[in-house]
């Protein structure tokens, strides 16, 4: 792999990541009640 294309890769990594964290941190609150809403039951139901 050459550099420039090691440095894109990388670019790319940083920006999903980047885009990742600001979208998790605008909707963190949504995002947390419906994880435990939909996936706390789940995990439940397949527990027991």
Do not use: P, Q, Y
């Amino acid at each position: 792999m050459s550099d420039s294309m090691l440095a894109i890769l990388i670019g790319t990594i940083v920006v999903v990541f980047g885009t990742g964290i600001w979208a998790v941190s605008e909707n963190e609150e949504r995002l947390s009640r419906w994880f435990r809403e939909h996936h706390l039951r789940d995990l439940v139901r397949h527990k027991s």
